[in-house]
């Protein structure tokens, strides 16, 4: 039976774009996935075109519709799941960029954050956003770029710049500049939003000179945005859009307070469903997940180390190309360096630590190989995790997706170190799904997030025989690279 009702889901990430097509039976009818550059003009710099990532999600859907001519006159918006910590600036009378895209990854900043740090701000940040001082945040990138350049600066002074994250650039840019527009869960990774009050903070503001900047205007993630121009033959509504590690939450059907998802992305990332409670941790963040009308929905959040990063390192430095589905096989056959231990800070320890450092390896012999390597990287992640979700209240569920659950050693692994059991994702592509339900709340399709029945996925138990003593040797080896190079940095 043919769709009388489509729209279209978007998950725009660091390193590609995927757009698919749904119905109103949340079936996915078709997708496409392209890949997006990543340019590092400087060490340390991270930066992306932000017309190329506009180019990325207007092909998308042309490619979909071209496919599928039958579904435009059906179609009813568009929904985006986006980087979050991502941003740029552009100018309102030109609706030129004036930077590119400053990614998540970027530590420009880094410096300056660990100077916030020594000086006692971190408490005070962390009371007023929810985060911990980090070159992560766009608040320490704008404040050090304009100090690094006096154009910039100058040209922010005259009140026509425009901050936003990209889906405040999606949104201004498909709308021809009519529309400027965010969500407060978008918002809130920021470090110029206030937390509790909602809104775009003035002290926040003043501290890190986004003062005279133009800002989007916040609204619930499930909206109502009218002329986008996607070059499909006609405009359509923004009708959703989110964060994409919160989306997730809802794509893999964590709804309920105490529920919690494992992504093993770019980076790991442990979000846990905290419903209407906020709650502020030292060493994690708290968000807003989602905003629904009057109900708000936070989360605790901690994200950083290295995941598919690590093998993307290896494979590009080492390996010779190891095929990724005998990655597990390969870890399982090279277990005879237990003593091996990778640190892999290569962007610093984030949470829990929240420490400027790099990455180290302890216990190298002559006789250590690529591989050996790639079983300690797999094993890092493994410890990452667990030093996130010790930092936790008590999970009921716990979800893990991303492309890394393939690997079987890993999954065990996790299980093993957790000493819990863990619930493989049965839908691999939980953000474009938890982005199509809120565009089937949007549209109506569903009656509410209440309405989504928890699914169970492949149970992974763990091994009884784990005796934590990989974890015990992982802790002394983070913390002496911590007292290594707080003597050096």
Known sequence: MEADRVFLAVDQGSSGTMTALFNEKLEMIDWVDIPVKVQTPRYGWVEHDPWELLESVKSGAQQLLARHPEYLEKLEGIGLANQGESFLLWNRETKEPVTPVISWQDSRSEQFGSKLQEDGYDSWFHQKTGLHLSSEWPALKVYEMRREDPKLDLLCQSG????????????????????????????CRTGFYHLRQGNWDPELLKFFHGEDLLWPRLLDNVCHLEGMDLGIGREIPWIAGGLDQSVTLIGQRCIRPHTAKITYGTCCACWMNLGREILLDDRLTTSVAWKLGEEWTYALAAEGGASGSIITWLQ????????LEELSDIACKYDDQPSLVFVPAFQGLSAPYWKEARGTLFG?????????????????????????????????????????????????????????????????????????????????????????????GEEIRPDRKDDGQG??????????VIDYYNDKI
């Open 160 to 187: 026509n710049v425009i901050f936003g994250q990209l889906d405040a650039w999606f949104i201004y840019a498909l709308s021809g500049g009519k529309q400027l527009a965010s969500d407060h869960g978008t918002a």
């Open 316 to 323: 590009d430095r080492f390996s010779g190309g190891w095929p």
């Open 364 to 456: 190298i012999t002559t006789g250590t190989r690529p591989e050996h390597l790639l079983r300690a990287g797999l094993d890092a992640i493994t410890y990452t995790i667990k030093d996130m979700i010790d930092c936790m209240p008590e999970f009921e569920r716990l979800v893990v997706d991303g492309g890394m659950t393939a690997n079987d050693y890993l999954l065990k692994k996790q299980a093993d170190v957790l000493g819990k059991s863990i619930r493989k994702a049965e839908e691999k592509e939980g953000t474009l799904m938890g982005i199509a339900y809120l565009c089937a709340l949007s549209t109506g399709i569903l009656p509410g997030l209440h309405a989504l029945d928890m699914t169970e």
């Open 471 to 480: 974890y015990k040797t992982w802790k002394r080896s983070v913390q002496a």
